[in-house]
């Protein structure tokens, strides 16, 4: 028998991986000043009325795969509050590189709300 829920959880996981990703460095190319991991967590946060959630913990492993790629660089700063925070910001490369997955975005959006909508043929 099917565990729907199972099902549903994959998919969006599945779902997940490449938009949040897209958010984030779209997050971080808007900002003037560099931002650490809680307060790019609440900007995602604030965008939650439709439903969509991300979970604080899985934004760093995105943080770091985006600037192993170079699409984002850091800096650790002391802090007041605790240890260290490392700070975020969108490289050159991530800027260009938001673009095309801005467009990339836009054709797939397009794509399967044609498909959805029963328009695909």
């Not at 897209?22 to 965008?47: D, F, H, N, R």
């Not at 192993?68 to 260290?84: A, F, H, I, K």
């Not at 836009?106 to 044609?114: A, L």
């Amino acid at each position: 028998m099917i565990d729907i829920q199972e099902t549903h959880k994959k998919f969006r996981k599945e779902l997940s991986a490449g938009t949040v990703s897209l958010a984030l460095l779209s997050i971080l190319t808007q900002t003037k000043e560099p931002l650490y991991g809680y307060q790019i967590g609440k900007l995602v946060g604030a965008g939650n009325e439709e439903g969509v959630t991300v979970k604080q913990g899985a934004i760093y492993p995105v943080l770091r795969s985006l600037e192993s790629q170079g699409l984002l660089s850091s800096e650790r700063e002391s802090s007041d509050s605790g240890p260290p925070r490392k700070y975020y910001q969108a490289t050159k490369s991530g800027k260009e590189v938001l673009k095309t997955w801005t467009e990339i975005w836009k054709d797939t959006k397009t794509f399967v709300d044609n498909v959805l909508g029963g328009d695909y043929q």
